[in-house]
T-cell receptor
Framework: DTEVTQTPKHLVMGMTNKKSLKCEQH?????MYWYKQKAKKPPELMFV???????INESVPSRFSPECPNSSLLNLHLHALQPEDSALYLC??????????????FGSGTRLTVV | SQQGEEDPQALSIQEGENATMNCSYK?????LQWYRQNSGRGLVHLIL?????REKHSGRLRVTLDTSKKSSSLLITASRAADTASYFC??????????????FGKGTHLIIQP
């Protein structure tokens, strides 16, 4: 298995909703990441989990809450989002933090719309 | 902050021609990576070049790295319609504990005209 699987692919949520994005990989990668990407912009790093510990939190608002239940799973819990949080949310993994020799493997993303 | 800056921001060429994209970065790097993204979906890792390498090939891709100029280029030879995508360079960011995430450049949107 050489994929990162993200669910759901699309999500529409109201500003008072609570939802979760899920990410799964079975490549034995020990680093997992959440990125946010707005249209026509590069991905921006949100969170890094290294060996299942949160190591980077790029000053992301508390309405985004990451969770790493085990080395294969990564969740992003969403609560009280704003319309400007609408974006493509990408999960990625790598063998070691920083990518090592094989770079990152990205999921296909969750397209989130906040109404 | 953006570590890498690609140029051009957009490039349109005829199928069969070669496409060259450039990337500049600001700080010292351990490696530089290139990714492709189709239609706002996930990114695909294309090639990684280490700081002690000057050139690397993978199929129709050729990447060069000039650490003295803090720049890299990606050449796609004999372009195909399927190469239409956005291309990003990316460099690892480092904290006291070692390498962390990747910082991406602004990207080049490549269009291959049939």
């Amino acid at each position: 298995d050489t994929e990162v699987t993200q669910t759901p692919k699309h999500l529409v949520m109201g500003m008072t909703n609570k939802k979760s994005l899920k990410c799964e990989q079975h490549m034995g990668h020990r680093a997992m990441y959440w990125y946010k990407q707005k249209a026509k912009k590069p991905p921006e790093l949100m969170f890094v989990y290294s060996y299942e510990k949160l190591s980077i939190n790029e000053s992301v608002p508390s309405r985004f809450s990451p969770e790493c239940p085990n080395s294969s799973l990564l969740n992003l819990h969403l609560h009280a989002l704003q319309p400007e949080d609408s974006a493509l949310y990408l999960c990625a993994s790598s063998q070691v933090p920083g990518g090592g020799l094989s770079g990152y493997t990205f999921g296909s993303g969750t397209r989130l719309t906040v109404v | 902050s953006q570590q890498g800056e690609e140029d051009p921001q957009a490039l349109s060429i005829q199928e069969g021609e070669n496409a060259t994209m450039n990337c500049s970065y600001k700080t010292s790097i351990n490696n530089l990576q290139w990714y492709r993204q189709n239609s706002g979906r996930g990114l695909v890792h294309l090639i990684l070049i280490r700081s002690n390498e000057r050139e690397k090939h993978s199929g129709r891709l050729r990447v060069t790295l000039d650490t003295s100029k803090k720049s890299s280029s990606l050449l796609i030879t004999a372009s195909r319609a399927a190469d239409t995508a956005s291309y990003f360079c990316a460099t690892p960011t480092y904290s006291g504990g070692g390498a962390d995430g990747l910082t991406f450049g602004k990207g080049t949107h490549l269009i291959i005209q049939p």
